[in-house]
């Protein structure tokens, strides 16, 4: 039992009270502490990551003759035939008519949103009711056709810049018809935007909407172009 | 299907061997007794002597106080906001209900949020507000556990360490260094990291968008590894520029495993019984994997009312299905459900998805992951609370087999059974209580956004979160109110607090006891049958103790979805 006595740890100090000298180092602790991790260290960041990456530290913009046309990885908001359109976002903004109203205003990046419904929400069904209807006129589908679950789902963020391969291939055929090219070539432009698992097992495959929309418009212009 | 575990298994086999590395490096930096050249001026500017050692009261004392200043900071500067330098968006202050709040949230590593990060905060405050609190209350959590681990690892002595030494050893050797690497590889993934506050694009079809950028990677950094959770923008991690691509999402989802994982790893270092440490390990991820298995289950399942409108859930070669309500398409279905698992395991609270649109059984999981809290738990805290009830199985079965309960060679006696006691029962004291108190407050029915039982679960939920320190939300509650503001505040400082400090007197009370050498009738507690016991325990407390409030929430949702019951 006496060998027990032998302490393995022995400090400078011990000290008991818990009061005794706290003061200075508690005070100076948070504004230093704030200074380190608060300023310099986000600073820092900020300067390094602007030297090696500047394209995506401000936002992945796609900017064509000097004006920003939206950034590559957030969604935008496609209601035109001739471009793809990418699923519905619950995202709101203010009334432009009336400031003191919020209104549904899809794919608004300056404030995300989700439904925040639960599955046997009332609200929620109606609207997927709706988007099915909707999806199958819009796209010249049977109206027994079945519709991708993406397609009529809202997203967490609203602004989800993607969508199936499955519900991109079912609406070519209504982009092509509007853009007067024939099918087969849009399904060319899907293959081509679409990406696979990250590094090859990460994520799902999924179509880029406003990427392949910029696609099929570069292709447009330099079809005119030519002619 | 196979794509789906193959990920599955890849990250969680990545998760374990990060275990190692980082568990002999933190083990080193809670052991090692030479301070290095900025550490040393660090104790010169705070005016504290490193060779001090701490009785627990003081160090616990300590923490408390520099936690108490470090929030008023917070506190001040966003009452003060609009006065600040640097919004060219002009973001006015926050009233003083939400202030004390988002301070008491970030303060606690809860980082529930009442306000919507877009719109309320400018950049100055997402950094020297909400990133500072980020990192010094992880850096907090983890000094408390180093200080936990070495009370337990020591004998005969009233020292359990120096708090400012592990404070300021775990900022600069581990989270700096780890954030500001991480931060630049999710910038080099697409995350913005600007002092910019927007950008405008004009979109094809001629509208105007307006993106709001920021140091967004820097903040996304430490709250995966802080297991903090509070979300630079309103969607938090499912906003793309939280989370852009899912290499990002992995890397968040492995962050917020790092810490509390390398624990059982140090702890076990520490007390010279690596087994122990992997034993807890054990537990943890035998928890962990049966409450994925659930979520992927029934998420992959999809909603059931979906189908009869001719809606395809299904995953084929084209689509990967399930229930996409509130989800991401660049995550899909596996990667949202171990992120579901992970955020609340870990008690981050950061969300890739919405936990509200989650099926009923699905959004349980975080509900009940919360409620045991000890699932790999937060940075430092979760794994006190696992040696809470590592304690708590020892006595029970102690007292099962008439033996006097020991738990690492010492005695388990009456004074430390009351701390133990008194964190066990903090936590549930808390949810309940205040869950009870709201829904006898009449204008809780205005926050709802759900009718039924889901109206419930997300008053339920946000007590659990709070009181947890999580901060993920069924976000549909309008929890802006003087009422939600304050009593969500008050539950997040209840349940940092009052199952830290009594854990701390528990380490050190059991530092100042002397071993006793083993005996035939001790009970190893190193062994896959106490892992089990430990487990048996954690869901026997956790059932007893939540079930009725389960049952009126998502269990009866999920029976009512099968009917076809709608509100």
């Known amino acids: 039992m006496h060998k027990e006595r032998t302490i393995t740890h022995a400090p400078a100090s011990i000290s ?52 920003a046309i939206g950034s590559r990885v957030i969604g935008q908001y496609f209601t035109k035939p001739g471009y793809f359109h990418g699923r519905p976002s619950a995202t709101s903004g203010t009334d432009p008519n009336d400031p003191s109203k919020t209104v549904d205003q899809p794919y608004n990046a300056a404030a995300s949103g989700a439904s925040n419904q639960g599955v046997i929400s009332k609200k929620l069904l109606d609207a997927f009711a709706e988007r099915t209807k909707t999806y199958r006129e819009e796209n010249g589908l049977a109206a027994d056709a079945r519709v991708p679950v993406d397609a009529v789902t809202a997203s967490g963020s609203g602004l989800d810049p993607h969508i199936s391969v499955a519900n991109a291939r079912l609406q070519a055929a209504r982009v092509a018809k509007a853009r007067g090219l024939p099918e087969d070539k849009v399904l060319d432009f899907v293959d081509q935007n679409t990406s696979g698992p990250q590094l090859g097992v990460l994520g799902d495959q999924r179509v880029n909407v406003l990427e392949l929309n910029l696609a099929l418009d570069a292709a447009a212009q330099a079809h005119r172009a030519a002619q | 299907m196979v794509q789906d575990i193959t990920q599955f298994v890849l990250i969680l086999a990545v998760m374990t061997g990060l275990v190692v590395v980082l568990g002999k490096w933190m083990t080193h930096l809670f052991t090692s007794p030479t301070h290095n050249i900025i550490e040393r001026g660090t104790y010169g500017i705070l005016g504290v002597n490193p060779a001090e050692g701490m009785s627990w009261s003081r160090y616990g004392m300590v923490l408390l106080l520099s936690n108490a200043a470090m929030m008023l900071l917070g506190y001040l500067m966003l009452r003060l906001q609009e006065y600040l330098p640097g919004d060219p968006l002009a973001r006015g202050s926050q009233t003083p209900d939400l202030a004390f709040n988002t301070a008491a949230s970030f303060v606690t590593n809860t980082n529930w949020q009442s306000y919507s990060g877009e719109s309320s905060l400018s950049n100055f405050s997402q950094m020297a507000v909400i990133t500072f609190l980020m990192m010094v209350s992880a850096a907090t959590g983890v000094a408390a556990a180093g200080a936990f681990i070495r009370g337990l690892s020591r004998k005969n002595t009233a020292d359990i360490g120096n708090y400012w030494v592990d404070f300021t050893r775990v900022t600069y050797r581990v989270f700096l260094p780890i954030c500001f690497v991480m931060a630049l590889i999710y910038v080099w993934q697409g995350m913005p990291q600007t002092l910019n506050a927007d950008a405008i694009a004009a979109t094809l079809e001629g509208a105007k968008q307006q993106l709001i950028i920021g140091p967004v990677a820097s903040l996304e950094s430490i709250k995966h590894i802080g297991t903090n959770g509070g979300g630079f923008f309103a969607m938090n991690a499912a906003h793309p520029f939280e989370n852009p691509t899912p290499l990002t999402n992995t890397l968040h989802i492995l962050s917020m495993l790092l810490i509390p994982s390398a624990l059982t790893y140090v702890f076990g270092a520490m007390i010279l019984r690596r087994r122990q440490g992997w034993a807890f390990f054990g537990a943890f991820l035998v928890m962990f994997l049966g409450f994925l298995v659930l979520v992927y289950g029934t998420e992959q399942a999809g909603n059931p009312l979906l189908t009869p409108l001719g809606v395809d859930q299904t995953q084929t070669a084209l689509q990967a299905g399930g229930n996409m309500e509130g989800k991401e398409l660049r995550f899909g279905i596996a990667q949202t459900s171990l992120f579901v698992t992970t955020t609340t395991a870990a008690t981050t609270g950061s969300v890739d998805a919405m936990h509200s649109s989650l099926t009923p059984l699905g959004g349980l999981v975080p509900i009940a992951e919360m409620m045991l809290n000890n699932v790999f738990g937060g940075d430092g805290v979760g794994f006190i609370n696992l040696v809470t009830y590592a304690i708590l199985t020892v006595f029970l079965v102690g007292m099962m087999i008439g033996r006097t309960p020991e738990f690492l060679g010492k005695k388990v006696e009456a004074r430390e059974m009351k701390y133990v006691m008194l964190a066990v029962l903090a936590h549930p004291f808390s949810i309940l209580g205040f869950t009870a108190l709201a829904c006898l407050v009449p204008s809780t029915l205005e926050s709802l956004a759900n009718q039924g039982p889901h109206g419930f679960s997300e008053v339920l939920y946000a007590y659990t979160s709070g009181t947890a320190n999580n901060g993920s939300a069924f976000a549909g509650l309008n929890a802006n109110t003087t009422f939600f503001n304050t009593t969500i505040g008050l539950a997040m400082l209840i349940g940092r607090y009052l199952t830290l400090l009594p854990m701390l007197a528990v380490a050190g009370v059991l530092a100042a006891k002397k071993t006793i050498p083993e005996g035939p009738g001790t009970l190893s507690t190193a062994t896959p049958l106490f892992t089990g016991l430990l487990v048996f325990v954690i869901l026997v407390v956790g059932g007893l103790t939540f079930l009725p409030a389960l049952a009126l929430g998502p269990i009866v949702e999920h029976l009512m979805m099968l009917g076809g019951t709608t509100f």
């Not at chain 1, 200074?35 to 401000?58: E, M, R, S």
């Open chain 1, 16 to 67: 008991h009270s818990p009061f005794k000298g706290v003061t200075r180092p508690v005070l100076v602790s948070a504004v230093f502490f704030m200074l380190v991790t608060g300023l310099a260290y986000p600073l820092v960041t900020t300067g390094v990551a602007n030297i090696l990456f500047p394209d995506q530290a401000q936002g992945s913009l796609i900017v064509e003759n000097g004006q």
